[in-house]
């Protein structure tokens, strides 16, 4: 793949991910901001009098503005980082057109990148959480992200190798099954984190990580989508109608005196 094309690619990466950021936008403020908003609601009440701080950024300008940068901004980087790893894996691990590809770089990069270390890590609202080990948990939560990721890595190159030998089928059930059997060894030697507050309502609790999965599904589906209309369109061209190739030779002909 040359220069040019992989410059396209990013390009139009970066514009899907900028449009698959506005799809994650709007379900972020119609899904998670009300559970957010009940979260503080329910640290406000249950903070003493001395623990309340002064407000630096009103809560209506980061649900709103606030909420959009972050996302849009991140939207167009991992659409951006996206669209390199894309161009590394397309021809490289099977036969797959454009728009397959793209798909199927989405789903694999939600479940490696999220979905797993959600299951172990889940997302937490406001009042969630020990200010003291946020470092901790931080560090355990990227920490499962890496881990995750190179299991992901390390299970589709054992699965390309035993391909010629298991076959296609085989060789990714086999691949799934180890890697599922390494992530659940890493969830069993890393440590639990649970700090939820006592009285702390699981309803709320519950549907902000819903919300947390569907802002993430939302944006790497609509990522997946997008990008792959657009890569189809770069990769493989449609071409020319009867009439419109007829025209075109027509205008590219020189006239005659």
């Not at 119609?30 to 630096?56: C, M, N, Q, R, W």
């Not at 080990?133 to 190179?150: A, D, H, P």
């Not at 799934?176 to 992530?183: C, G, R, Y």
Request: aromatic letters at 10%; a positive charge; glycine letters at 8%.
């Amino acid at each position: 793949m040359n220069s040019a094309t992989v410059r396209n690619l990013l390009v139009r990466g970066m514009l899907a991910g900028l449009t698959a950021g506005v799809l994650a936008l709007v379900v972020a403020y119609f899904l998670g901001e009300p559970y957010v908003d009940k979260a503080i609601g329910f640290e406000e009440t249950h903070a003493s009098a001395h623990e309340h701080e002064v407000e630096l950024v009103s809560r209506s300008l980061q649900s709103t503005a606030g909420l959009a940068t972050g996302v849009l901004i991140y939207g167009i980087a991992f659409g951006g980082i996206a669209a390199l790893a894309y161009c590394f894996l397309l021809g490289r691990v099977g036969r797959f057109a454009p728009r397959a590809a793209a798909l199927l770089l989405s789903a694999c990069a939600l479940a490696a990148v999220y979905v797993v270390p959600f299951l172990k890590y889940p997302a937490n609202p406001p009042a969630v959480g020990n200010p003291d080990t946020i470092g901790k948990r931080t560090t355990l939560y990227f920490l499962m992200i890496v881990l995750s990721v190179l299991l992901a890595v390390a299970a589709t190159l054992l699965g390309k190798r035993l391909a010629p030998k298991l076959g296609a089928w085989y060789a990714t059930v086999t691949a799934v099954v180890a890697f599922a059997l390494a992530i659940g060894l890493a969830f069993a030697f890393l440590p639990a984190v649970n700090e939820v507050p006592s009285g702390f309502p699981a309803t709320v609790l519950w549907r902000f990580r819903l919300s947390a999965l569907a802002i993430q599904a939302t944006l790497w589906g609509g990522f997946g989508l997008v990008f792959g209309e657009l890569a189809e369109r770069l990769l493989n061209p449609r071409p020319l109608s009867a009439a419109a190739a007829v025209a075109t030779s027509a205008v590219a002909a020189p006239s005659r005196p």
